[in-house]
C-alpha cells in the first residue's frame, strides 16, 4: 500500500478502521484487529504489523511480548476504504490461546485447514526447511535426500511423477492421490535445495492468472 493509498483510508468516528490479517501463503484468515493512523503508519513503516487495543486504550506492536511477530508482505483495502486487508508471514500463532488463528471455534460447516486443503503446503515447506538445516541426515529421510544432492532429487521426482500418471492411466484414484502426494512432497524438497519458496511458485500461477505470464 501507498502512502497515497493509506491517505484513503476512511477512519471510523472512534478513529479506528477494521484490520483483517491473512497468512500470504496459507490464505488463511488469522485475527481480527484494529488499526488507527498511528498503527496504521507504524506498519507501514517497519513492515510488521501494529495495532490499536480498544481495550487498553494504547498502541501494541504484535509479537513484542510473545515474539510472534507478524511481517507483513502487503496491505489492501476494500472497495469502500473503509476496512484494512493485511497480509503477513507470521513467526508464530496468531492467538493469545496459542492457536494459529482466532478463528478457531467452529460454529457450523468446516473452517481453517478444511476449508484450505493446500494449507498444509507451507506447513511442509517448513518442516523441510527445519529438516534441511538441523536433522542428521542418518535419521531424517528429508535431509538425507538433500544430502545426497540434486541428481538424487531430481530422480526421485521423475519417479514420483510417472507413478502419478500410472496411477491416473490405471484408474486407480487412491492410488492417484497417494502418488500426488508423494510427488508434492519431493518437490518441495527439491525446492528447498534450491532455495525457492512456494510464495515464488505461487506468484508465478497468480501472473499467468493475471495474464503476466
Known sequence: MSRDAAARVRFGDDGLVPAIVQDADTGRVLTLAWMNAD???RTLERNETWFWSRSRGEL???GATSGNTQQVTGLATDCDDDA???SVRPAGPACHTGEESCFHVPVTGTVGGDAAPFAALPDLE???RARAADADPDSSYTASLIAR???TMC???GEEATEVAIAAKGGEREQLVYESADLLYHLVVLWQSMDIRLAEVAE???SRRRGEG
Do not use: Y
Open 39 to 41: 498503527s496504521l503508519a
Open 60 to 62: 501494541w506492536h504484535k
Open 84 to 86: 484494512v486487508l493485511v
Open 126 to 128: 517448513a518442516v523441510i
Open 149 to 151: 544432492g540434486i541428481d
Open 155 to 157: 530422480k526421485k521426482v
Open 204 to 206: 508465478e500461477l497468480a
